[in-house]
Antibody, heavy 120, light 107 residues
């Protein structure tokens, strides 16, 4: 069974940093591209970042470019999101999501999410 | 970025009704569109990919259609378990974007 389990969320002050992790199991992690998608409280979904299976290709949403860094460790079956210079508008539930493996970027497995709150 | 606009924002219908809602893209996305269902407090669930392909395990009452800039998701016979918010997502570019969602309520 495919499982994605996020961790690392919490309360952080504006300007602070946080590192999210996503532990994957139930599939060959190194075969799949991965993503972070977030959802502000009561709002819709926003794609944040993408990393290819071998980390050679990385994309970011304009809203986080220069502040967030996506990475992965295929030996540890883990995905990460380093978030720096956090702002109030970064407050959201952050989901890790696996690409389906088909052409294009659609996500057929998601974690349960971890809440990041940026507030003083 | 490609903007995705969903309508209506909220839809109220009865069990057994056929319901259809729309997603429009600000430019052509060919058929690179997915639909997700999200229930409160849960992660989204992929329903449809490439505009009209049903994800494995998804009930056949769900169907998608469209190409270019206009797409629809249809539930042929609404069930109580279908109460949720539905999001479309374009993936024609390397910066995927979601619509704002359509909330489906059961009368």
């Amino acid at each position: 069974e495919v499982q994605l389990v996020e961790s690392g969320g919490g309360l952080v002050q504006p300007g602070g940093s946080l590192r999210l992790s996503c532990a994957a199991s139930g599939f060959t992690f190194s075969d799949y591209s991965m993503n972070w998608v977030r959802q502000a409280p009561g709002k819709g979904l926003e794609w944040v970042s993408y990393i290819s299976s071998g980390s050679s290709t990385i994309y970011y949403a304009d809203s986080v470019k220069g502040r967030f860094t996506i990475s992965r460790d295929n030996a540890k079956n883990s995905l990460y999101l380093q978030m720096n210079s956090l702002r109030a508008e970064d407050t959201a539930v952050y989901f890790c999501a696996r690409d389906s493996g088909r052409v294009g970027y659609n996500y057929n497995y998601w974690g349960q999410g971890t809440l990041v709150t940026v507030s003083s | 970025d490609i903007q995705m606009t969903q309508s209506p924002s909220t839809l109220s219908a009865s069990v057994g009704d056929r319901v259809t809602f729309t997603c429009r893209a600000s430019q052509s996305i060919r058929s690179w569109l997915a639909w997700y269902q999200q229930k409160p407090g849960k992660a989204p669930k992929l329903l449809i990919y490439e505009a009209s392909n049903l994800e494995s395990g998804v009930p056949s009452r769900f169907s998608g259609s469209g190409s270019g800039t206009e797409f629809t998701l249809t539930i042929s016979s609404l069930q109580p378990d279908d109460s949720a918010t539905y999001y479309c997502q374009q993936y024609d570019s390397s910066s995927p974007t979601f619509g704002q969602g359509t909330k489906v309520e059961i009368k």
